[in-house]
């Protein structure tokens, strides 16, 4: 993996230029992954995927939670040039393995002095580092991250801080003895909660590795993940990621998953973090909403979403949002996806998904735009109010409005469950 800066600008943050894998594509940063579940776009295969949200080189996000129960499959299918890409249909495409699915809350316990706790949707299972490189080795990956103990967040107390940060450690002093032996990138985990020495320790570990030992860095336990990380407090946030991006080299991405708001997205790139997920657009599509925040002036409020659900909706024939040239809004109505809502069609999360991946992605151009201008402070501005008065609300509440436990495994219904 080879990342070159193209410019740095004081307000903004940075651009820059990654390429993955040799004679693979360059790719522009800050970069949006797509998470996937089980290898898949969710609700999305792979034709819908390159028809209406987009045909270009995409990296996704695997999860290990979610891909563990496909090790064994992927060690005898694996040869050559094919990859864990091509396994789940979207071949030529990048990807990256983490441990914990962003996109639902990862439960608090289970941690251990020499083991891991992978939840998956079997139950908990108990992850040591030999065992994960095992299955790192299966799936092979574009690039992975290492095993570390992320079960921390603001309210973490400093011995459970600790903790996380001793485990890591031990957990990877075997990682990078044993990295030569997968031919992938490995990112550093930089743990420690909301500690600042806790993280200056952790970055003190990678850093004191060998030359390449790792090509970038991944920062965790500010959240548990799924909603959670849309509610955290930038006030704590972003105080701690300014003092770890202070330490670390200018030359290695820096990877930050989880669903945070746009606004707040915007925050951590002007601290300096590169790489993103679409965690946040899933958890606003599960709970109905549509993404219609405004990131290009228009003069006219905006709102962050639409919930499709609002009967509001219910003779509004209009598209979700006017300015969007996804599928979603070009041939379909608020009526029509709160129709779909009622009914439970499985049409319904289809379509919120392409609409909700297309508009996030294009937020994603914008930012790259307005970071080559430094004008990062506008558009934080835009976003921000969305050309009202207050700041607006970009947190996501799950929505409760299942309409009965007799319409579970269809459409919009199951997605709520």
Same mark, same amino acid.
């Given at each position: 993996?080879?990342? %070159? ?40 295969? %792979? ?30 299918? /694996? ?15 990048? =990807? ?6 962003? $996109?639902?809350?990862?439960? +608090?316990?289970? =941690? ?35 095993? $570390? ?75 548990? /993940? ?60 599960? /709970? ?9 002036? %228009? ?87 969305? /050309? ?6 970009? +947190?996501?509440?799950? =929505? ?18």
């Amino acid at each position: 993996m080879k990342f %070159a800066i193209e410019s740095i600008t004081k307000n903004s943050g940075r651009l820059g230029q990654l390429r993955i894998r040799e004679g693979g594509p360059e790719l522009r940063t800050p970069l949006l992954m797509q998470t996937t579940k089980g290898g898949s776009i969710p609700w999305l295969s %792979a034709d819908v995927f390159e028809s209406h949200v987009s045909q270009k080189p995409q990296v996704l996000q695997f999860t290990l939670s979610t891909m563990d129960q496909m090790a064994e499959a992927l060690a005898q299918w /694996n040869s050559g040039d094919r990859g864990v890409s091509d396994y789940v249909g979207f071949p030529g495409h990048l =990807n990256v393995l983490l441990l914990r699915d962003p $996109c639902e809350t990862t439960p +608090s316990g289970g =941690n251990d002095r020499d083991i891991q706790p992978l939840f998956t949707r079997r139950g908990r299972e108990s992850l040591t580092p030999e065992r994960y490189m095992e299955m790192v080795a299966s799936i092979k990956p574009d690039i992975y991250q290492g095993l $570390c103990d992320a079960d921390t967040n603001a309210e973490s107390a400093k011995k459970r801080v600790q903790k996380s940060v001793d485990r890591t450690e031990k957990f990877m002093h075997y990682i990078y003895e044993q990295r030569g032996k997968v031919p992938s990138t490995l990112l550093a985990p930089i743990v420690g909660g909301y500690n600042t020495f806790a993280r200056t320790q952790s970055i003190k570990h990678a850093r004191e590795q060998p030359a390449g030992s790792y090509g970038g860095y991944i920062l965790e336990g500010f959240h548990t /993940n799924g909603l959670t990380a849309t509610t955290v407090d930038t006030d704590k946030l972003l105080p701690i990621v300014e003092h770890c991006v202070k330490q670390l080299e200018e030359d290695k991405p820096r990877l930050l998953p989880g669903a945070f708001t746009p606004l707040t997205i915007l925050e951590l790139i002007a601290q300096g973090m590169d790489i993103f997920d679409t965690s946040y657009a899933y958890c606003a599509a599960l /709970n109905f909403k549509a993404l219609t925040f405004c990131f290009v002036q %228009a003069g006219e409020k905006q709102v962050p979403f639409l919930d499709v659900t609002d009967d509001a909706n219910k003779e509004n024939f209009s598209p979700l949002l006017k300015t969007c040239s996804c599928l979603t809004c070009q041939k379909h109505t608020r009526a029509y996806l709160h129709h779909l809502y009622k009914t439970n069609e499985l049409l319904g999360p289809i379509l919120l998904m392409v609409h909700n991946l297309h508009h996030y992605m294009a937020f994603f151009e914008t930012i790259r735009e307005t970071v080559a201008k430094d004008k990062m402070p506008e558009l934080m501005e835009l976003v921000r109010k969305q /050309n009202g008065d207050a700041q607006v609300d970009y +947190s996501i509440a799950a =929505n409760t409005k299942v309409i009965t436990k007799a319409t579970m495994g269809k459409g919009f219904a199951a997605a709520a469950m």
